[in-house]
């Protein structure tokens, strides 16, 4: 039996000695590098806190002092020593594990917020909350990385946890240097210089335990070179900023010496006030293959960098054939460079791509101020962490009326990743913002079409939408109707009884629809839209000659795309129902995204009974009959609309 197979829960690890615990160590990263190869997920980030999450859960007592996982993604480890051993090789498949922490599964989890820089407000909170409370010997835990730490909320968080000097709060800073990359910019290059530097600790410790044993002078002169501390560390190293800015500075300690990290963790936890512990880990520490990944630690696996076929990829090259050809466009990643497509933009024009860190709502004003400065700057970035930035969206770029495309990748169902990573918003917030101009690509020629008539446009911001995964087959147009592509009429003897307008890729799903109600006698004409807001007014006219209309898109269907065609025909007067389909506005579940579609009754099956009923209830005198297999496959009592 192993070590690991014997923890039920962090009381259990605190009956281990130093050796078994570097055995356990070793176990867990085994089952780490076994499962998530396997299963897919964040590899190298928690083959580098593995010590540190065992030393978390020896010096604090989960649940009654609370742990919050910046992020999240690194909290496998803490998942393993919680009682989830037996469970961990379901993680991220529908109905197992969640690859975050969550509420659902163990009392030890709290946050499963997966968007970063959280952590710290989470816990400045809840001190507080104690505080008032009158829970004193509660300890709130921070687990934050050097990337996360760069994300604005997290200085926001800082500014106030300086000020609640009696919280009782522990902030691990994991400083491994990177993001997905290379962490960038001026905090990392301090903590950087604070890593390389051992001299200050030897010369502080010095000052601590030679100087006051010297009598008479002693204590003063300790006392007076403290005062002078601040010089010192000047003369020796870039200052602590975290000290200058009255927050208890522990560190830097290496974070896979287990014993290291323990003393330090008992000396902030009994402090009483806030302390920042800084700790040096290797990202993927203890698997070859991920420490020496140059591209991301193997941050995840497989990579998330763009892979041929991908959308993020197509979307990558185009944007290289455009950099080529427009010097003024320019291109803005938020620590994301490898998966938003934008390797191969960044080789050629290196000086015309900047990674601003994980700091979405820099990314978008600054992105404002490069436009106005007179460049095309576009903004490639996952759906979901835009949301982030909606007011920069909003009131620095849409009301400039300044000529930004942002990019959103992984738009819709994402899958492995669960609630907070679905891009399902976007297409409402977009909605909301005067005189944007969103796009959503059906294939990979349509990518190019539309990226390139969105860099075309420098009156105002514009979108272009895709989601996560391959991009499939090319479909050609075979007539327009206004700007849009018909791609489809009713076969000859069928009448216009449904026009069917699918955004993005759900399309597809579209012909896919029309070919199952042609076989019941239904006409299907099939358009895609290509510009999603503002919606073409020629869908009036062609709404008129159909009896239904159908929208479709992979995106919350609350102030999405089908409303905004259904407000469009309303305003015109035209009578013709309705019936918008996109995702239920809930927080779903993690599933593959065909899992995930197919629940939210969006196969092409579930969709083909309720518009064949749709038509049968508009058409008393001839009951069309429901194709059998979509009859079959319908959810159970699940409203659609
Ligand atoms: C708001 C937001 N933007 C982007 C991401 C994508 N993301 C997930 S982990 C990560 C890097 C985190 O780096 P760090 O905090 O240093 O942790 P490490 O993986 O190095 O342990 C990024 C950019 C995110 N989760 N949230």
Redesign the pocket.
Same mark, same amino acid.
């Given at each position: 039996m192993t070590l690991l197979e014997c923890i039920d829960g962090p009381e259990d690890l605190k009956k281990l000695n130093q050796d078994q615990l570097t055995r356990l160590a070793g176990e867990i990263r085994d089952v780490l590098i076994e499962t998530v190869t396997r299963t897919g997920g964040h590899l #190298?980030?928690n083959l580098?806190v593995v010590e540190l999450t065992i030393a978390v859960h020896r010096v604090f007592d989960s649940p009654k002092d609370r742990i919050v996982w910046?992020?999240g993604?690194?909290a496998y480890v803490h998942k393993l020593l919680t009682g989830r051993f037996a469970q961990f090789g379901t993680l991220r498949q529908r109905g197992g594990l969640t690859g975050y922490p969550s509420r659902a599964e163990s009392e030890h989890d709290l946050v499963e917020n997966?968007?970063?820089?959280t952590s710290l407000s989470y816990a400045d909170g809840l001190a507080k909350a104690y505080k008032l409370r009158g829970e004193p010997d509660r300890t709130v835990v921070a687990v934050?990385?050097?990337?996360?730490l760069t #994300?604005g909320m997290a200085w926001e968080a800082l500014n106030n946890i300086a000020a609640a000097k009696d919280s009782r709060l522990v902030m691990i800073v994991?400083d491994?240097g990177?993001?997905?990359q290379p962490?960038i910019g001026g905090l990392a290059e301090h903590l950087a210089a604070i890593r390389v530097n051992p001299r200050y600790e030897h010369v502080l410790d010095y000052i601590k335990t030679t100087l006051p044993r010297a009598p008479l002078v002693g204590p003063p002169l300790y006392g007076t070179l403290h005062r002078v501390k601040k010089g010192i560390k000047d003369v020796i190293q870039p200052q602590v900023m975290f000290e200058d800015l009255g927050i208890k500075y522990v560190g830097p300690i290496d974070g896979h010496d287990e014993r290291l990290m323990e003393t330090a963790l008992r000396h902030a936890r009994d402090f009483g006030g806030p302390v920042l512990v800084h700790v040096i880990t290797k990202?993927g520490f203890g698997y070859p293959a991920a420490e020496q990944n140059e591209i991301d630690c193997l941050?995840q696996f497989p990579a998330a960098g763009a892979q041929p076929g991908s959308w993020s990829r197509v979307f990558g090259d185009e944007l290289l054939a455009i950099g080529a050809r427009r010097p003024d466009v320019v291109a803005i990643t938020?620590?994301?460079l490898h998966p938003t497509g934008l390797a191969q933009f960044a080789a050629a024009y290196p000086d015309r791509v900047y990674d601003v860190g994980?700091a979405?709502q820099h990314a978008v004003t600054s992105a404002a101020g490069l436009a106005l400065g007179g460049l095309h700057p576009v903004v490639a970035i996952y759906s979901t962490?835009l949301n982030?930035a909606f007011d920069q969206m909003l009131m620095d770029v849409a009301l400039h009326r300044l000529p930004v495309t942002f990019v959103l990748d992984r738009a819709g169902v994402t899958g492995l990743d669960g609630a907070s990573h679905h891009g399902m918003w976007d297409g409402s917030i977009m909605q909301l913002i005067p005189g944007m101009k969103t796009a959503a690509p059906r294939d990979a020629k349509r990518i190019a079409e539309l990226l390139n008539e969105a860099a075309e446009v420098s009156d105002g911001p514009t979108v272009v939408r895709f989601p996560k995964g391959n991009v499939g087959g090319e479909v050609e147009a075979i007539a327009k109707l206004g700007g849009m592509d018909v791609l489809r009429v009713p076969a000859a003897g069928l009448g216009g009884d449904v026009l069917l307008v699918g955004a993005g890729p759900m399309v597809l799903t579209g012909l896919e629809i029309a070919d199952r109600l042609a076989g019941h006698g239904i006409g299907v004409t099939v358009v895609d839209p290509r510009w999603t807001k503002p919606v073409d007014a020629a869908l009036t006219g062609a709404a008129r000659r159909h009896r239904l209309v159908v929208t479709i898109e992979d995106n919350g269907r609350v102030g999405g795309f089908g409303d905004a065609v259904a407000r469009l025909l309303r305003d015109h007067d035209v009578d013709v129902p309705v019936k918008t389909f996109g995702l239920p506005q809930e927080f779903l579940a993690h599933g593959t995204r065909q899992e995930v579609l197919d629940e939210a009754g969006l196969s092409s099956q579930q969709l083909a009974l309720h518009i064949t009923e749709a038509v049968a209830r508009r058409s008393p005198a001839e009951v069309l009959p429901a194709p059998a297999d979509a009859r079959e496959a319908a959810p159970e009592g699940r409203p659609v609309e």
């Open positions: #190298g980030p580098g910046d992020t993604h690194q997966s968007h970063a820089s934050i990385g050097d990337g996360a #994300g994991n491994n990177w993001s997905y962490t990202k941050h938020a620590a994301m994980i979405e962490f982030r």
